[in-house]
């Protein structure tokens, strides 16, 4: 077997490891979900092809490692009838990590795997000029670590300042992890900094009259990101989005972007430091019309 | 009848939360109860409040210490 071909069996997540004659297959998980069936399937084929142990990766993935190399067809096959596909691996678009979301979590903000489901469908082994990497939080707590990703995504609560029922009481500015409320110059009104905000709603939250309410909630995107050798933290782009759709649609916009503008092997945080980030998001509202 | 007061300034989490489930215990439905409270506090407890279904009669700023007027839900 030669390199080319040790590369295209990798980018179809079959990885050579040290030992030779053996690989360690990397499944395709989506946000660290698996339900019992796959569990099932994997634990046997891990047993029958393996040494009868997993590798739970570090982005929420399984892999089974110490496959002989003439056994890997045969692992694809016996996996394939519970839905147990195979990953990927090289210059693609990765396995797509993903928080419970609103639907099992408390801080939830969106729904965090439904999205995650949505970009595998989308973007999933989707060949880019190098490995690109999405990862969604449900909220600011940021459990999914969005700055990490080449895309990564947090839900947002966005707060608006309503007026009438505000005693000016000063709670949403005590609360407010950065401060971002303030009074206005002649004391009539509150100013909340959308640069400084970073969309937790705990002034909503506290607000005990009501004079503080939700603007929009939604999804933030954050573009850039990496770790690895030289890492890196990703930048917000664009406004909230307000659905899945919008959301999607700018991951799309985003990895178009990096095709036209990214050498081969370089990630995306290093291809917006040579073309910069305003040049990102003003293709993103441009091709999308998103805000 | 004076409102009582109960003073967590010096309390951390969850003991803020725990003495304000007791307080509210003490006092009949749609009662009052005065909190006086700092810091961390602020957003666990008046977040909390909420949800339960309490309310927030009143704020008073004391410098970096608030003062609630909490009104214990009508059941």
Redesign the interface.
């Known amino acids: 077997m030669n390199e080319a071909d040790y590369k295209e069996l990798k980018k179809g997540g079959m990885m050579r490891q040290a030992e030779a004659g053996f690989f360690s297959v990397r499944l395709h998980v989506v946000g660290g979900r698996l339900d019992t069936k796959r569990l099932r399937a994997i634990h046997d084929a891990a047993v029958r092809f393996g040494r009868g142990e997993v590798h739970l990766t570090t982005r929420q993935g399984v892999e089974i490692p110490n496959v002989r190399q003439d056994s890997l067809a045969s692992l694809k096959e016996f996996l394939a009838p519970s839905g147990v596909g195979v990953g990927v691996c090289g210059p693609t678009v990765r396995t797509v990590t993903a928080c419970q979301g609103c639907t099992v979590c408390p801080s939830g903000v969106i729904d965090s795997p439904e999205l995650a489901d949505a970009v595998d469908r989308e973007f999933y082994g989707r060949p880019v000029p190098h490995k690109f990497k999405v990862g969604i939080s449900g909220c600011i707590n940021n459990c999914m670590k969005a700055e990490e990703n080449d895309a990564g995504i947090k839900g947002w609560i966005e707060p608006r300042w309503v007026g009438s029922p505000c005693?000016f009481?000063?709670?949403c500015q005590?609360?407010c992890p950065t401060k971002a409320i303030t009074t206005s110059s002649d004391g009539d009104a509150l100013i909340v900094d959308a640069e400084r905000c970073i969309g937790c709603g705990?002034c909503i939250?506290?607000c005990?009259?009501g004079g503080m309410g939700e603007k929009s909630r939604g999804y933030r995107l954050f573009a850039g990101g990496k770790f690895g050798r030289m890492p890196f933290l990703g930048k917000k782009i664009l406004g909230v989005l307000g659905t899945k759709e919008e959301a999607l649609a700018a991951i799309s916009a985003v990895l178009e972007f990096f095709r036209a503008h990214g050498k081969p092997r370089e990630r995306f945080g290093d291809t917006l430091q040579r073309t910069g980030f305003p040049a990102l998001e003003t293709y993103v509202k441009e091709t999308t019309g998103l805000p | 009848m004076t409102t009582p007061l109960l003073d967590i300034t010096g309390d951390v989490c969850p003991m803020t939360f725990v003495k304000v489930k007791m307080g509210l215990q003490r006092i009949g439905p749609a009662g009052k109860l005065n909190v006086r409270l700092k810091g961390e506090a602020l957003k666990n407890v008046i977040s909390s409040l909420k949800t339960e279904g309490h309310r927030i009669a009143g704020v008073e700023k004391e410098g970096e210490l608030f003062l609630l007027e909490v009104e214990k839900k009508h059941e």
């Open positions: 005693t009481c000063g709670v005590a609360v705990d939250a506290c005990p009259s």
